[in-house]
């Protein structure tokens, strides 16, 4: 029994990442010292069909930011974080925010740190933040931030300020940039982590595959087929997370894979960034 104490709090925020019950919840908890991935885990192994946000996924609020240069062959996306929804729709943070992404475009800086380097009214981004942060009060940074460089980019700004994308394909024209659209919508709804099962983490492929392990064995299922199980479980999570293998939203009968190739026979998808606060 682990010798951790678990709060109330913790239990409320584990069912929010994964809209499991309380008990359940405190029972990962409890079952895993409090670690919240590991509860995750827990929890699938279990059966529980529990959401894709883990503990080290959590975002402040703040405003999200897709830009595109002139000629749509690059564009950047940065997410400008903070403490309260309060000054993330507060008009001159919105306006800071978009400085900062104006001088990203212009720029085109390979990260974060670079990005935070660049000058700004005479001072680095990263002073600019910091004297904005003493004039709100609370704490701002940027949290996310991505370049994208192909034939075309398209950029996807959510109504909200919460959710952007930025999509980068081997072709060009209006058939295309009509569907970088519809495939950044695509990725702002559907979330997927890679382009294909190919560019899948092979540290996620594992765990994955033990998960379905782990599941076949609770259902009781022989040893000697758990890791033919595990493998078709793997597959249903590549076509439900890369975005070739998901189903396109606006027409379910296709995926994203045929959509492209109905445009164009070698169109397809190089780069993709999907920055979103809370989701």
């Known amino acids: ?82 403490e309260t929804d309060f000054v993330a729709k507060n008009d001159e943070y919105i306006a800071f925010a978009t400085s900062i992404a104006d001088i990203a475009l212009a720029n085109k800086p390979v990260d974060k740190a670079a990005l935070l380097a660049l000058d700004y009214n005479g001072v680095s981004v990263a002073e600019a933040i ?35 994308v930025l999509v980068g394909m081997n072709k060009t024209g209006e058939a295309v940039e009509a569907a970088g659209r519809d495939v950044a ?41 758990l890791e033919k199980i595990a493998n078709g479980k793997l597959e249903a999570y590549f076509k439900d997370n890369t975005l070739l293998n998901q189903k396109f939203v606006k027409d379910p009968s296709k995926n994203i894979k045929s959509f492209l190739s109905e445009i164009d026979k070698d169109l397809t998808v190089t780069a993709f960034k999907r920055i979103g606060l809370g989701a």
């Open 185 to 225: 919508m695509q990725i702002a709804a559907m979330n997927p982590i890679a382009i294909d099962k190919d560019a899948v983490p092979e540290d996620v492929k594992q765990r994955e595959l033990q998960v379905g392990m782990d599941q076949a064995r609770e259902e009781g299922k022989p040893e000697q087929i």
């Open 130 to 164: 910091e004297e904005r942060t003493g004039k709100i009060g609370e704490k701002i940074e940027i949290t996310d931030y991505a370049v994208i460089e192909a034939n075309s980019v398209t950029a996807y700004n959510h109504s909200n300020g919460k959710v952007s």
């Open 1 to 82: 029994m682990s010798s951790v104490t678990i709060s109330a709090s913790d239990v409320n925020k584990l069912r929010q990442m994964t809209g499991a019950g309380m008990m359940d919840c405190k029972n990962a908890l409890t079952e895993n010292n409090g670690d919240f991935d590991a509860a995750v885990d827990w929890l699938r192994k279990k059966g529980q069909k529990v959401s894709a946000k883990r503990a080290d996924r959590e975002v402040n609020e703040g405003v999200v930011i897709a830009n595109l240069n002139d000629s749509a062959n690059a564009g950047i996306v940065m997410a400008l974080g903070c």
